[in-house]
């Protein structure tokens, strides 16, 4: 009786924990690429084309990382 163990059983997230998380995704993506992308943009002069490439590559990294985790 001793040796019994519970079984390993990770807890299922709810729909807000999912919700949240994606939220955390996404906002992260967007400002951690966007923001390297404006100090490119002010290193080399260019004229907001830092910021919106790197605003696009944050949002696709996100929706990567919410595909990524979601899926079995």
Same mark, same amino acid.
């Given at each position: 009786?001793?040796?019994?163990?519970?079984?390993?059983?990770?807890?299922?997230?709810?729909?807000?924990?999912? /919700?949240?998380?994606?939220? *955390?995704? !996404?906002?992260?993506? =967007?400002?951690?690429?966007?923001?390297?992308? &404006? #100090?490119?943009?002010?290193?080399? /002069?260019?004229?907001?084309? *830092?910021? !919106?490439?790197?605003? =696009?590559?944050?949002?696709?990294?996100?929706? &990567? #990382?919410?595909?990524?985790?979601?899926?079995?």
């Amino acid at each position: 009786m001793a040796d019994m163990e519970p079984p390993d059983r990770k807890p299922q997230p709810d729909g807000s924990d999912m /919700g949240w998380r994606a939220l *955390g995704y !996404l906002l992260s993506g =967007l400002i951690f690429w966007g923001g390297l992308g &404006y #100090l490119v943009d002010l290193w080399l /002069g260019l004229p907001k084309v *830092g910021l !919106l490439v790197g605003m =696009l590559v944050g949002a696709a990294a996100g929706i &990567y #990382l919410l595909i990524k985790q979601m899926s079995p």
